[in-house]
Structure formats: C-alpha cells, structure tokens
C-alpha cells in the first residue's frame, strides 16, 4: 500500500510503498478514505516528541470502510463506514487515562496510509450527513473539544464561552459544540480574517489578543466576565484568562504550545473560586458522546484544505504557517 513515512526527523515526509497491515483477533482492517493531520504529526516530524521510533507512518485521524476482521466474532463490522477513535487503551477509569494509553500515530504506525488495522473497539460508524474529508477531520480534535467542554467544564446551556486562538481544529470544535449546546462564544485570534470566520459559523464576536486592552474591550463587548475559557496556548495569556473568568467559573486547557505562564498570582484563582481543568484526548464514553452530539446537530467540521497523500510534504508544510482556518485533509 501506499504511505507517508517519517524517515528521519526534520526531513520532508517520504510517500512510500509499505506492507499491508493484517488484522489480528480484536482488530479490523480499515481501507482509509480519508486521513486528517494534527500539530502532533508535525511536532514528530519535527522531533518535538520524546521517544520517537523511525521509520513511522504518522497520522491520529482516518475514516474508511472496514474490509476485514481478526476474528468471526466482529464479522458484522466488515463493510461498514467507520470513523477511527485515535485513543487507545484508555483504560477503565473515565476520569483520567491509564498507564497504557497511546495516541494512534506514536509509537505505532497511523492513518497515514491506505490501510489500517485498529482495535475494533476503536470503531464508530461514520456520521452520514459527513464526507469522508469532513469524517476524517473529526476523530482526534472533536473529541478534544468534546471532553473539555462537556466532560471537564460541565459546559450548561446560557454560559458565556471564550475560546482561544481561533482557526485550529480543536477551537473551531470548542466554537461549534458550545453554540450547538446554547452557550454564547466569543473567541480571540491574531487574525481579524479568522475572527470574521468564526461569527460566520456563530460567534457572538471576537477580539485580536495582540491589540492593547483586549482583555478589557473583550469583557465590555461580551457584558461580563465568562464562565468557561478553553485554551490550548498556555503562556503569560494564560494570566489574562484568568482575569476573564467570574467567580466559579471554569478554564479548560489542553495545550501549552507558548510555554507555561510567568508570575500567576495564585490569589486570582482562589479567591473567585476558578476552577482550573486539563484535559487530554478522552474516554470511550466521550468520543460516543462526541459522535453522537454531532450526527444529532449535523455539525460538519471546517476543512481547510484537501491534499492527495502524494502532496503530504506540503500539507506538512501548510500546517507549519499556521495560516489554515480548519483541518487539514489528506485524500486517499
């Protein structure tokens, strides 16, 4: 079959032919349609990972059709439009992961590829109103979304939302989910483009965090303080969140891609009450959640491009401007 393959760190992905995978008992071996990528890939590709195992098919999101099974007693998947769970081995305690958990694309191979074989376990039909582009956009960031917002922040209708850094798959999820549940969202970006984006898909409004005084114009524009923030920045904006945030409310992150802040003031987080939540990935319980919510809402992921699995170097390479508005797609 045909695959990217990391060969070595900090080198342009190789497509490349490879062995097919065959599924073992409690496997099923998906033909992918569609794969996604994540700034995780990236961040392997280049050697931001610990533990990095080459040569590696990277990739956490597919959709496909199941082709075959391990064992008779999953006969009944064979056939079937499925989307791909990308945690694995969470284990039996909902509210945090396992010893054993992993994220499908590290240490083994992922979706990436024309086939696949994963734990059927992993498996939930595809929602039908998506294409396979939309279906393969959805696992690993809807289900990010999902968990924080729902699981961790016990998001509830009425709330006043704010979600961070707008454009990225997660956030665009955050946006959608809320909205879908009877929040009111507002989102920050550097991006007056991205901003106008997000209102066009329900935002209430948004504000560029590199503008002086955003933190108070955003307050007066949204008519108060919020009740939940999700982040994945981290760095000294995470001081800001703070400051945005009314007594007892929630800040949810996932991600501390600009480091970690500098001077909190742990007075602002007791004496309001904040609650500060991370979360990673999710159970099996969210991801059934996250796909059912979304077949429910006929929520449909943004796209931002579609590249042929030839072109995966520059669809790495677009992920790495930062410039996209959505999810970036890899047609196989």
Same mark, same amino acid.
Not at 45 to 62: E, M, R, T
Not at 137 to 145: C, E, M, S, V, W
Not at 269 to 274: H, L, V, W
């Given at each position: 079959?045909?695959?990217?393959?990391?060969?070595?760190?900090?080198?342009?992905?190789?497509? %490349?032919?490879?062995?097919?995978?065959?599924?073992?008992?409690?496997?099923?071996?998906?033909?992918?349609?569609?794969?996604?990528?994540?700034?995780?890939?990236?961040?392997?590709?280049?050697?931001?990972?610990?533990?990095?195992?080459?040569?590696?098919?990277?990739?956490?999101?597919?959709?496909?059709?199941?082709?075959?099974?391990?064992?008779?007693?999953?006969?009944?998947?064979?056939?079937?439009?499925?989307?791909?769970?990308?945690?694995?081995?969470?284990?039996?305690?909902?509210?945090?992961?396992?010893?054993?958990?992993?994220?499908?694309?590290?240490?083994?191979?992922?979706?990436?590829?024309?086939?696949?074989?994963?734990?059927?376990?992993?498996?939930?039909?595809?929602?039908?109103?998506?294409?396979?582009? %939309?279906?393969?956009?959805?696992?690993?960031?809807?289900?990010?979304?999902?968990?924080?917002?729902?699981?961790?922040?016990?998001? %509830?209708?009425?709330?006043?939302?704010?979600?961070?850094?707008?454009?990225?798959?997660?956030?665009?999820?955050?946006?959608?989910?809320?909205?879908?549940?009877?929040?009111?969202?507002?989102?920050?970006?550097?991006?007056?483009?991205?901003?106008?984006?997000?209102?066009?898909?329900?935002?209430?409004?948004?504000?560029?965090?590199?503008?002086?005084?955003?933190?108070?114009?955003?307050?007066?524009?949204?008519?108060?303080?919020?009740?939940?923030?999700?982040?994945?920045?981290?760095?000294?904006?995470?001081?800001?969140?703070?400051?945005?945030?009314?007594?007892?409310?929630?800040?949810?992150?996932?991600?501390?891609?600009?480091?970690?802040?500098?001077?909190?003031?742990?007075?602002?987080?007791?004496?309001?009450?904040?609650?500060?939540?991370?979360?990673?990935?999710?159970?099996?319980?969210?991801?059934?959640?996250?796909?059912?919510?979304?077949?429910?809402?006929?929520?449909?992921?943004?796209?931002?491009?579609?590249?042929?699995?030839?072109?995966?170097?520059?669809?790495?390479?677009?992920?790495?401007?930062?410039?996209?508005?959505?999810?970036?797609?890899?047609?196989?």
């Amino acid at each position: 079959m045909n695959a990217a393959v990391i060969t070595e760190v900090k080198t342009p992905i190789a497509c %490349q032919i490879v062995p097919d995978p065959v599924a073992t008992p409690g496997q099923a071996l998906v033909r992918l349609k569609a794969a996604a990528l994540n700034h995780r890939d990236l961040f392997i590709n280049l050697g931001q990972y610990a533990n990095i195992k080459l040569p590696l098919i990277p990739g956490s999101d597919g959709a496909g059709i199941v082709e075959a099974v391990g064992a008779p007693a999953d006969q009944a998947w064979v056939g079937r439009e499925v989307i791909i769970n990308p945690a694995l081995d969470w284990g039996g305690d909902p509210r945090a992961q396992g010893p054993k958990f992993r994220i499908l694309g590290l240490p083994g191979s992922g979706t990436l590829a024309g086939k696949i074989a994963i734990p059927v376990e992993n498996l939930a039909g595809k929602p039908a109103h998506l294409t396979w582009e %939309q279906a393969a956009a959805l696992p690993l960031a809807g289900l990010t979304a999902w968990r924080a917002l729902f699981t961790r922040a016990q998001l %509830q209708a009425g709330d006043r939302v704010l979600v961070t850094g707008i454009g990225g798959g997660a956030a665009l999820y955050a946006l959608q989910f809320a909205k879908a549940a009877g929040a009111q969202v507002w989102v920050t970006s550097s991006s007056a483009e991205k901003i106008a984006r997000a209102k066009a898909l329900g935002a209430a409004g948004g504000v560029n965090y590199r503008d002086a005084g955003w933190v108070t114009a955003l307050q007066t524009a949204a008519g108060g303080l919020f009740d939940v923030i999700v982040d994945s920045a981290g760095g000294d904006g995470f001081l800001s969140l703070i400051e945005l945030t009314k007594p007892g409310g929630r800040v949810v992150f996932f991600g501390a891609t600009t480091g970690n802040p500098k001077g909190f003031d742990l007075r602002r987080g007791f004496f309001r009450q904040i609650n500060i939540l991370g979360t990673t990935m999710g159970s099996p319980q969210d991801f059934a959640g996250m796909t059912a919510f979304v077949a429910r809402h006929q929520i449909v992921p943004t796209v931002d491009r579609v590249f042929p699995l030839a072109q995966a170097e520059q669809a790495f390479r677009h992920l790495e401007t930062a410039a996209q508005f959505g999810k970036i797609v890899v047609g196989l």
